[in-house]
Structures are given as structure tokens and as C-alpha cells.
Nanobody, 119 residues
Framework: QVQLVESGGGLVQPGGSLRLSCAAS????????MSWYRQAPGKERELVAA???????YYADSVKGRFTISRDNAKNTVYLQMNSLKPEDTAMYYC?????????????WGQGTQVTVSS
């Protein structure tokens, strides 16, 4: 059974930091691209950061220089270190695992963890 379990969200003041974790199980974690998405109320879900199995990373322009994605294949866990948080970072953050094999796509989602940036 595939599971992605996020943790680490919460309430933080502007300028503060949080570290999100996503623990994966039920699939071969090391060969999947892992991503963090977020969705704010009334907005579409957006890609925040991604890391491939070979450690290539991608960041949305809005978080470059503030967020860092990393993965520990030995622990089947992906992290999102978020620094210098802004109120506009407030959203539900979701972990995603993705892999394409020929014409088949494998896509798994976690249940989300809430991040609220407010004074």
C-alpha cells in the first residue's frame, strides 16, 4: 500500500522557518521524482519544488533562494526546508511522487500539511 505522510507544518511568523517532511512507503522511493506542491484557498495547486532521483532540483521562482528540497533515500523521506517565510506562503503543502515508465505514469499524493505564516 502506497503512503505519503507529510509532517512539520504549523503556524509561523513572517521571516520564520519550517521544515516539512514526507515519509514514503509502499513503492521504490529512490527511483521516483519527489515534489512539493501547495494550494492556497481559492487558488490552483502549484508546484513549489522538485527533486529527481538523480538529485536534480527545480524551484518555483517565488521560493528560489528561500526553500530547499532534499531527499534521503535511505529513510524514504523528502524534505522541504522553508526559510524567510512570507504570508503568501500560507497554503496546504502536499507531497507528490511521480514516475513515468514508457506510456504509464505513476502519481502518488499525500494528505497535506498546513502552513500558516502570520503575525
Amino acid at each position: 500500500q502506497v503512503q505519503l505522510v507529510e509532517s512539520g507544518g504549523g503556524l509561523v511568523q513572517p521571516g520564520g522557518s519550517l521544515r516539512l517532511s514526507c515519509a514514503a512507503s509502499g513503492f521504490t522511493f529512490s527511483i521516483y521524482a519527489m515534489s512539493w506542491y501547495r494550494q492556497a484557498p481559492g487558488k490552483e495547486r502549484e508546484l513549489v519544488a522538485a527533486i529527481r532521483s538523480g538529485a536534480y532540483t527545480y524551484y518555483a521562482d517565488s521560493v528560489k533562494g528561500r526553500f530547499t528540497i532534499s531527499r534521503d533515500n535511505a529513510k524514504n523521506t523528502v524534505y522541504l526546508q522553508m526559510n524567510s517565510l512570507k504570508p503568501e506562503d500560507t497554503a496546504m503543502y502536499y507531497c507528490n511522487a511521480h514516475k513515468r515508465v514508457l506510456t504509464n505514469e505513476y502519481d502518488y499524493w499525500g494528505q497535506g500539511t498546513q502552513v500558516t505564516v502570520s503575525s
